[in-house]
């Protein structure tokens, strides 16, 4: 079946650093990948969206990478603050499903 | 607002009693999905609208959850005789065009429902 598997343990680290986060899925070849950020109490908020035939993306401080070989994508935030501490969800337009499927998210927590 | 609202922003029920709960949409956005998030989880798909064609419900964990969209903008969302498993954020998007488009989906801030 398909499946979106994001690390569901938190990701601690230091301010400054580059925090990565993994998604990884399973039977299936989308389309495309989408990266959102979820603040406790709040909905989710796109933040990159990168195309299958896209390797990499970049805005700001954030780059995500496609690696449809691997059916992997990592997400990352260079430089990474304190208020970039939230829940990270990935998703994926999965067949025979015309909404996105979302993987459960990875925790991050930067601390200063 | 230039966001999508969703209402109530919290409720409190009796296990038993039906339940409705509002989004209204991103002006002109023709896609509206509603998903559940119960604690520390992942978003679960309920079910999806795109303009006049029949809604994806494929989602929807049984017969007692139901919705609609009227006029192609506000969407109610109906849980009957609501159970304590019910317990969870229900969270509304809308989304410009999925056709074509790349699906990026706005969300609302949720309505926390709590089945006693």
């Known amino acids: 079946s398909q499946k979106i598997e994001q690390n569901s343990e938190a990701l601690n680290i230091q301010e400054g650093k580059t925090a990565t986060l993994t998604c990884n899925y399973t039977?299936?070849?989308?389309?495309?990948l989408q990266w959102y950020r979820q603040d406790p109490g709040r909905g989710p908020v796109f933040l990159l969206l990168?195309?299958?035939?896209?390797k990499e993306k970049r805005k700001e401080r954030l780059k995500v990478t496609f690696d449809t070989t691997l059916k992997q994508s990592l997400f990352h935030i260079t430089a990474s603050q304190p208020a970039d501490s939230a829940t990270y969800l990935c998703a994926l337009d999965m067949t025979g499903r015309r909404a996105l499927t979302f993987g459960s998210g990875t925790r991050l927590q930067v601390q200063p | 607002g230039a966001g999508v609202s969703q209402s109530p922003s919290n409720k409190v029920t009796e296990k038993g009693k039906d339940v409705e709960l509002r989004c209204d949409p991103i002006s002109g956005h023709t896609a509206l999905y509603w998903y559940r998030q119960s604690l520390g989880q992942g978003l679960e798909f309920l079910i999806y609208f795109q303009g006049n064609s029949a809604p994806d419900k494929s989602g929807l964990p049984s017969d007692r959850f139901s919705a609609e969209r009227t006029g192609g903008s506000v969407s109610t969302l109906t849980i009957q005789r609501t159970q304590q498993e019910d317990s969870a954020v229900y969270l509304c998007a809308s989304s410009p065009d999925r056709w074509g488009g790349t699906d990026t989906q706005y969300f609302g801030p949720g309505t926390r429902l709590t089945v006693l």
């Open positions: 039977n299936y070849s989308p389309a495309y």
């Open positions: 990168i195309r299958e035939n896209e």
